[in-house]
């Protein structure tokens, strides 16, 4: 079935620093892909997301761009801030979803930023 | 504007009670989604509905659970009788979908409900 697969934890990372936070998926034709974050104590927020191949998701300095050659969502950021710590996942929505948008999320990354 | 709703925030109850977690969404939406967290197998739909209606439930784990929708601003989650096992963060979502609309919508998630069984 379709799945996605994260990088695991914890990513740490000096303020300023650059980020990368792999997500490769396995579905059948083209999902949707998605990042969402989740901040201590707080539910899920979408962060970008893409419907295409070769879409870019931009929000709040985070891109993510779908690659199907590669199947991959890489969500990166350029420079991070102390206010980036979280939880990040990787979801898609697959293509067969039975006609809404079934969500299937990777198992989350966290990211810890020191100043 | 009001966000999602959950009631209450945390839980603590002994195995065999019955649990009832509670959820608003967000005005003018038509689907709602519960999801369960857990470390061991992450983030879980259990059940959609659509129009106040159960759509898919084949995510909820068992008997034990069912969940309402009695009307569109408002759902609950049962658990009876309660087990230590199903101890997790439980989230509702609620979004607005486009009858046969494209399958991208944005999900807002309410804060969670912690559940723990002991």
């Known amino acids: 079935g379709d799945s996605v697969t994260q990088m695991e934890g914890p990513v740490t990372l000096s303020e300023e620093a650059f980020l990368t936070i792999n997500c490769t998926y396995t579905a059948t034709g083209y999902p949707s892909l998605f990042w969402y974050v989740q901040y201590p104590g707080e539910g899920l927020q979408l962060l970008l997301k893409?419907?295409?191949?070769?879409d870019k998701g931009s929000n709040k300095g985070f891109e993510a761009t779908y690659r199907k050659e590669t199947t991959s969502f890489h969500l990166e950021k350029g420079s991070v801030q102390v206010s980036d710590s979280a939880v990040y996942f990787c979801a898609l929505c697959p293509v067969l979803s039975g006609g809404y948008n079934k969500l299937i999320f990777g198992a989350g990354t966290r990211l810890a930023v020191h100043p | 504007d009001a966000g999602v709703i959950q009631s209450p925030r945390h839980e603590v109850t002994e195995m065999g009670q019955e649990v009832t977690l509670r959820c608003k969404p967000i005005s003018g939406h038509n689907s709602l989604f519960w999801y369960r967290q857990t470390m061991m197998r992450g983030l879980e739909l259990l059940i959609y509905f659509n129009n106040n209606v159960p759509i898919d439930d084949s995510g909820m784990p068992e008997d034990r659970f069912s969940a309402k929708m009695p009307n569109a601003s408002f759902s609950t989650l049962k658990i009876q009788p309660s087990e230590p096992r199903d101890s997790a963060v439980y989230f509702c979502?609620?979004?607005?979908?486009?009858?046969?609309?494209?399958?991208?919508?944005?999900?807002?998630f309410g804060p969670g409900t912690r559940l723990l069984v002991l």
């Open positions: 979502a609620s979004s607005f979908r486009v009858s046969g609309g494209p399958l991208q919508e944005t999900q807002y």
């Open positions: 893409a419907t295409k191949a070769d």
